[in-house]
C-alpha cells in the first residue's frame, strides 16, 4: 500500500505532461500557448482548414516552424488537449509571463476563434475563461477582440 501510495505521489503532473509533448524549435511557454491556441480551434468540435492554416501560419510567421515540423506541432499540441483535464493545466505556467505578453496571447486566441469566420459560443465562452485563468482584465478582454474584429 505504501509503495501504491508513492508511486501515486511521484506520478508526472498536468503541466509536466505538457512538457513532455514538447517539439523541437519551440520554447515550453511557445508549445503552451499553441496548446491554448488548438483548444480554441477545437471548442466547437472539429479543426477546421482555415483553423488549421491559421495555426500554420502562426508557426511559420513567429517561430520560423515549416513543414512536416510545423505539422507535428500540432499533432502534439492536439493530443496534449486531448489529454488535458483542465485548461488550467496550460494556463498555469503561463502566468509568468508579462501581462502585455499574456493579452497578445489573448488577441491571438481570439484570431484563431474567428480564423473560420464564425465565432461559436462555445469558443467565446472558451475564450472567457482563458482571459479569467490568464488575470487578464475584462476591458482588455474586449479590447483585444475589437482589435481581432476590426482587422
Known sequence: MLKALQNFFQQTTPAEQANMH??????????????L??????????????????????LEREYGITGDQADNAI?????????????HDFTA???????EQRVELLENLWAVAY???????????????LADLLYISHADYIRSKLRVIDS
Open 115 to 129: 480564423a473560420d469566420s464564425a465565432l461559436d459560443p462555445h469558443e467565446e465562452s472558451m475564450l472567457r475563461k
Open 93 to 99: 505556467q503561463l502566468k509568468a509571463i508579462s501581462y
Open 75 to 87: 499533432k502534439e499540441a492536439v493530443q496534449a488537449v486531448q489529454e488535458a483535464s483542465s485548461l
Open 37 to 58: 491556441m488548438t483548444e480554441i480551434s477545437l471548442a466547437d468540435g472539429e479543426l477546421s482548414d482555415e483553423e488549421r492554416e491559421h495555426l500554420l501560419d502562426e
Open 22 to 35: 514538447q517539439v523541437e524549435g519551440l520554447s515550453n511557454d511557445a508549445f503552451l500557448s499553441l496548446v
